[in-house]
């Protein structure tokens, strides 16, 4: 296999999720800490997902909601969402690079396509010149045809001989000359 068909995609993914985890640890990791993050992002995020998760799964189990869904404590929304955030994360950096990929195939495949039909107009381009080339070059025949035909058309068949030449000497001999620069 060649170095340039190697499958760049497979290995952009690993590399995203690899890179992905440390980074989605530390974010985590803050949003523990820091005071405004945990509550106003985390555990908003928790609970949200927590109280969707139990819809959820009523409905899968074809069971009427319940009113109120009972209250998450801080620590575990904060646990949930920080896991949630970290997902999150991890799925956009992964599907960034999805489409980062996808966009490139695209665009190669839309050079390439450009390429084909450039090839194409280039040759339709040369077609056409060589049938306007053959048109001139056939209408100069024809001219030449007709004129042809009207110089043939003025001289008889067989080309008359002067009456002066006698039929041992050519015309436009010695004597002939002279008789008529005697004249």
Same mark, same amino acid.
């Given at each position: 296999m060649a170095i340039d068909q190697f499958p760049m995609f497979r290995m952009a993914t690993l590399l995203a999720r690899q890179l992905s985890s440390p980074i989605a640890s530390r974010i985590k990791a803050y949003a523990m800490t820091h005071p405004r993050m945990r509550t106003a992002v985390v555990c908003r995020a928790g609970r949200m997902f927590r109280g969707a998760e139990l819809r959820f799964k009523l409905w899968a189990? @074809?069971? $009427? $909601? &319940? $009113? @109120? /869904? /009972? &209250?998450?404590s801080d620590n575990d929304a904060v646990q949930v969402g920080s896991d949630i955030i970290g997902e999150i994360i991890i799925f956009t950096l992964g599907a960034g690079i999805v489409i980062f990929e996808v966009n490139r195939q695209a665009e190669k495949l839309e050079i390439k396509m450009l390429e084909e039909r450039s090839e194409w107009v280039a040759l339709l381009v040369a077609l056409q010149e060589l049938k306007h080339e053959l048109e001139l070059q056939q209408q100069e025949m024809d001219r030449l045809q007709d004129e042809l035909r009207r110089i043939s058309q @003025?001289? &008889?068949?067989?080309p008359p001989t002067p009456p002066s030449a006698s039929p041992t000497e050519p015309a436009g001999t010695l004597t002939e000359v002279t008789r008529k620069s005697r004249c």
């Open positions: 189990m @074809r069971l $009427p $909601p &319940p $009113p @109120r /869904a /009972a &209250p998450l @003025r001289q &008889p068949s067989s």
